[in-house]
């Protein structure tokens, strides 16, 4: 199981912005459909966004417009980009190494906090 | 969006015994063109990211000690323990991959008695 390492979460205002990273190790992530997943405190998992290996993104409705998934095979790392972010975008958010659209392998997460 | 509705919201079962979720699709996760149900359980563990158990309904994941085993089809599925361990008590999820947007049901505490 190779390891994926998030970084990015932070404090961030309503209305601000974020930008989440995820190192991967073991594999190339254009070799992989790559998801991002959610799940605010004490809730449960949303599923937020993936993009395939043709580089084709699907997104959740409720980041639609707002978020956005990238990768740079030169770095070999997966980012979200965060923007107009909200109080109930808290929460930990997960990259995802998947088979497919199957959710396979877990980072360990990294932390987004909204708020004044 | 597909709805999945999981049931019980908790569950306490004493160890060694059998324990059951149920986690329900609002249409059905079955393609008719490979026949596989697009549908995974996932265990996440206090302070830890989930961990896939299941997928196609009923596959095991490498390493998922065979006291796990997913059942059903169409839109009706079962998650089975078939004799409960203490380092099985943690929150359990279904999830559907069948169509974007990927949906999760709201998750089963699973405890002792």
């Known amino acids: 199981e190779a390891p994926l390492v998030e970084s990015g979460g932070d404090l961030v205002q309503p209305g601000g912005s974020l930008r989440l990273s995820c190192v991967a190790s073991g594999f190339t992530v254009s070799d992989q459909y790559m998801h991002w997943v959610r799940q605010a405190p004490g809730k449960g998992l949303e599923w937020v966004s993936v993009i395939n290996i043709e580089g084709t993104t699907y997104y959740a409705d409720f980041v639609r417009g707002r978020f956005t998934i990238s990768r740079d095979i030169s770095k070999n790392t997966l980012s979200l980009q965060m923007n107009s972010l909200r109080a109930d975008d808290s929460g930990v958010y997960y990259c995802v190494r998947g088979k497919g659209f199957i959710t396979r392998f877990w980072g360990q997460g990294t932390l987004v906090t909204v708020s004044s | 969006d597909i709805v999945m509705t999981q049931s019980p919201d908790s569950l306490a079962v004493s160890l060694g015994e059998r324990a059951t979720i149920n986690c329900k699709s609002s249409?059905?996760?079955?393609?008719?063109?490979?026949?596989?149900?697009?549908f995974g359980w996932y265990q996440q563990k206090p302070g830890q990211p989930p961990k896939l158990l299941i997928y196609?309904?009923?596959t095991r994941e490498s390493g998922v000690p065979d006291r796990f085993s997913g059942s059903g089809s169409g839109t009706d599925f079962t998650l089975t323990i078939s004799s409960l361990q203490a380092e099985d008590v943690a929150l359990y999820y279904c999830?559907?991959?069948?169509?974007?947007?990927?949906?999760f049901g709201g998750g089963t505490k699973m405890e002792i008695k």
């Open positions: 249409q059905s996760l079955l393609s008719s063109s490979d026949n596989r149900n697009y």
């Open positions: 999830q559907q991959y069948y169509s974007a947007p990927l949906t």
């Open positions: 196609w309904a009923s």
